[in-house]
């Protein structure tokens, strides 16, 4: 077993992978709970627009500066607006910067200065400049799955997403609607979740059963697998 303490001698973050050339990025994926969190983003254009959309949509409170603000910006709820170009007080109470200028030289600034306050920075197309990258999501239900490149091909990680999503239809759907009523029956029991068992029936045919409107089956075969009392015969997502 290896030393979790030790150098892993396969891959450099910088370089790659020692086996296979390939770049690898250590990046730790998480997602972000922005409701009413500052948010700063800096450039107006459509690219930056873009990328309010989605931090808008989710309840941030958007201060957006830039010399011009472009008119898919300006169709955006955002708190504050200022026409002119990046200063460091712009930071100020921010969680989270994103930078969309198209400018390496503003880019790299931002960065510079969020880095000194400890503030995540997303450069858009700008991987050098980013503590933070941002994934594209696929977003079905309660399903969200993100894919990224590291930053090297937005391209690519959005064939991905493509591909991803075409997965992602009303049966799988109905698997994760039955395995999450399985867990909460567990919680609401006081049992505890992470135990084997659900790999066993997920991996099996809990996709065959969903396709064919068998939940109430599938319900019972994952509960008998993980140990979860009987559910109420009407499992139906």
């Given at each position: 077993?290896?030393?979790?303490e030790s150098?892993?001698?396969?891959?450099?973050?910088l370089?790659?992978?020692?086996?296979?050339?390939?770049?690898?990025?250590?990046?730790?994926p998480?997602?972000?709970?922005?409701?009413?969190?500052?948010?700063?983003?800096?450039?107006?254009?459509?690219?930056?627009?873009?990328?309010?959309r989605t931090?808008?949509?989710h309840?941030?409170?958007?201060?957006?500066?830039?010399?011009?603000h472009?008119?898919?910006?300006?169709?955006?709820?955002?708190?504050?607006?200022?026409?002119r170009?990046f200063?460091?007080?712009?930071?100020?109470?921010?969680?989270?910067?994103?930078?969309a200028?198209g400018?390496?030289?503003?880019?790299g600034?931002?960065?510079?200065?969020?880095?000194?306050?400890?503030?995540?920075?997303?450069?858009?197309?700008?991987?050098?400049?980013?503590s933070?990258?941002?994934?594209?999501?696929?977003?079905?239900g309660?399903?969200?799955v993100?894919?990224s490149?590291?930053?090297?091909?937005?391209?690519?990680?959005s064939?991905?997403?493509?591909?991803?999503s075409?997965?992602?239809?009303?049966?799988?759907?109905?698997?994760v609607?039955?395995?999450?009523?399985?867990?909460?029956?567990m919680?609401?029991?006081?049992?505890?979740?992470?135990v084997a068992g659900?790999a066993?029936?997920?991996?099996?045919?809990?996709?065959?059963?969903?396709?064919a409107?068998?939940?109430?089956?599938?319900?019972?075969?994952?509960?008998?697998?993980?140990?979860?009392?009987?559910?109420?015969?009407?499992?139906?997502?």
């Amino acid at each position: 077993m290896n030393d979790p303490e030790s150098p892993r001698p396969h891959s450099d973050p910088l370089h790659g992978s020692l086996q296979t050339g390939r770049p690898v990025m250590d990046l730790v994926p998480v997602g972000l709970r922005v409701t009413g969190k500052s948010v700063l983003i800096v450039g107006a254009g459509r690219v930056a627009a873009r990328k309010a959309r989605t931090y808008a949509a989710h309840g941030a409170r958007l201060t957006v500066v830039a010399p011009q603000h472009g008119p898919e910006m300006d169709a955006l709820d955002v708190e504050v607006r200022r026409h002119r170009r990046f200063a460091p007080v712009d930071l100020d109470d921010k969680w989270l910067v994103v930078t969309a200028t198209g400018d390496p030289e503003v880019d790299g600034s931002v960065h510079r200065e969020a880095e000194a306050r400890r503030i995540w920075c997303n450069a858009a197309d700008d991987p050098e400049h980013c503590s933070v990258v941002l994934p594209a999501t696929v977003q079905r239900g309660d399903v969200t799955v993100a894919i990224s490149t590291g930053g090297r091909s937005p391209a690519a990680a959005s064939w991905l997403r493509r591909r991803i999503s075409a997965m992602l239809d009303d049966a799988t759907l109905d698997v994760v609607d039955i395995a999450s009523g399985v867990r909460d029956r567990m919680r609401a029991s006081g049992q505890p979740t992470e135990v084997a068992g659900w790999a066993e029936v997920l991996d099996d045919n809990a996709l065959e059963l969903a396709l064919a409107g068998e939940h109430i089956e599938l319900d019972a075969r994952l509960g008998a697998a993980v140990g979860a009392m009987p559910g109420s015969g009407e499992a139906q997502p």
